[in-house]
């Protein structure tokens, strides 16, 4: 099944994300449980990961390293990991998270501007009806 998600950042554009649970059904379907929820961005190269997230599952059928635009939950942190593109630890032309990510979905708008301003940010994470 797919889910539309948007993450609302104050004064930027909505990030828009689609949810398909063929990769990580169990973890895709808790992080739809727990919507809506709000978190911290942090920024490391050009991912976009959250603080904690209320989402608690395991590694399932996690991988690393990652595809361009991929939304992932990083099962170690508890986190919302969004890649826009290269790690600080990835090869040259790889994207690789800190440890392997439970693969939730796709960027939908996938402007690498909006890294600029969301470091540091609050942001609230809801499903787009």
């Known amino acids: ?3 539309t998600v948007q993450i609302k950042i104050p004064n930027t554009t909505p990030i828009i994300l689609e949810l398909d649970d063929a990769n ?8 739809v449980k727990q919507l809506p929820f709000s978190v911290d961005l942090n920024v490391w190269g050009d991912e976009i990961y959250t603080s904690e997230s209320p989402i608690s599952q395991p590694e399932e059928n ?27 630890i990835g090869k040259s032309g790889e994207i690789t998270p800190a440890s392997p990510v439970n693969i939730l979905g796709k ?7 909006i890294l600029v301003n969301s470091d540091g940010k609050h942001a609230t994470f809801s499903l787009q009806s």
């Open 24 to 31: 990580s059904p169990k973890t895709v379907n808790d992080f």
């Open 1 to 3: 099944m797919k889910y």
């Open 62 to 88: 996690a991988i690393s390293p990652v595809q361009l635009n991929d939304v992932a939950y990083w099962p170690t942190g508890k986190a919302i990991c969004l890649f826009y593109g290269p790690t600080p």
């Open 107 to 113: 960027i939908i708008s996938p402007d690498k501007t």
